[in-house]
């Protein structure tokens, strides 16, 4: 079974750029689809993008086209979400998730089975 743990949240000023990044446990990380989410207070959790097991495919909700990429490193067992031109409204614990169906819908939330922990970012205005 595959474990997901987040790192590089932290406080940044609007405009600024951060880069998250989701290290995985277990030899099997290079199968799985992986995904990168966000809940602010009060909110549902989001889809902020996906990507296929071998990084040929991506997804990027609307809100973030153009200033978020993601991207994996099957060596490393990691994916990262790079994050430039923040916003206020980017604000939330961002989770990072797996899938290890191959057809699975990277865009969706309800496709992906394991979950990180969480990492808060604060973009202030």
């Known amino acids: 079974q595959v474990q997901l743990v987040e790192s590089g949240g932290g406080l940044v000023q609007a405009g600024g750029s951060l880069r998250l990044s989701c290290t995985a446990s277990?030899?099997?990380?290079?199968?799985?689809?992986m995904g990168w989410f966000r809940q602010a207070p009060g909110k549902e959790r989001e889809v902020v993008a996906g990507?296929?097991?071998?990084?040929?495919?991506?997804y990027y909700a609307d809100s973030v086209k153009g200033r978020f990429t993601i991207s994996r490193d099957n060596a490393k067992n990691t994916v990262y979400l790079q994050m430039n031109s923040l916003k206020a409204e980017d604000t939330a614990v961002y989770y990072c998730?797996?899938?290890?169906?191959?057809?699975?819908?990277?865009?969706?939330?309800?496709?992906?089975?394991?979950w990180g922990q969480g990492t808060q970012v604060t973009v202030s205005s």
């Open positions: 277990g030899r099997t990380f290079s199968t799985y689809a």
């Open positions: 990507i296929r097991w071998n990084g040929g495919s991506t």
């Open positions: 998730a797996a899938v290890s169906r191959p057809l699975a819908p990277i865009g969706s939330k309800y496709a992906y089975d394991i």
